[in-house]
């Protein structure tokens, strides 16, 4: 099964990059995390809708075919480590791959926020985005070994 992390932005610290790599790296062949990286969209003259507009071209773009759109907002529901392991055990009997996406700094495009099939919240807090990214690896990677019965979750 391949879960899809679609993100807007390109250019973040190291330490992102290589928290994202360390989790998707410990996934095995049956669940897959990949990243897509969405460049930003150009923001000149202080209003952003043209450059959302331009990255939720960019995402939809990105998505796996009939994938399962998961949209990560704050105002989303949250769940445990185990309510994310069932999720996802109900992707695979569904035999959809899981897109989820994160959005830039002003949030995902309208458009697309209203074609996900769910709206997940990691926290009742606004996260920077690059954190999200990192927090989102380690929380489905959690979920999976959850799913095989693997003791890196001890709840």
Do not use: C
Request: glycine content about 10%; aromatic content about 8%; proline content about 6%.
């Amino acid at each position: 099964m391949l879960l899809r992390l679609i993100a807007a932005g390109t250019k973040l610290p190291g330490w992102v990059n290589e928290g994202f790599a360390d989790y998707a790296g410990r996934f095995t062949s049956d669940y897959r995390l990949e990243l897509k990286e969405i460049p930003l969209g150009q923001r000149s003259g202080g209003n952003p809708v043209q450059a959302i507009a331009k990255e939720g071209e960019r995402m939809r773009a990105a998505l796996p075919p009939r994938a399962y759109i998961v949209a990560l907002q704050v105002t989303g529901k949250s769940m445990t480590s185990e309510q994310l392991a069932k999720f996802l055990q109900a992707r695979a009997q569904d035999g959809r791959d899981v897109a989820f996406l994160i959005g830039g700094p002003d949030g995902i495009a309208p458009e697309l926020d209203a074609d996900a099939d769910f709206r997940w919240s990691l926290s009742a807090l606004t996260l920077p985005h690059a954190l999200a990214r990192v927090m989102v690896a380690e929380a489905l990677y959690r979920a999976v070994m959850i799913v095989k019965g693997h003791p890196y979750h001890r709840a």
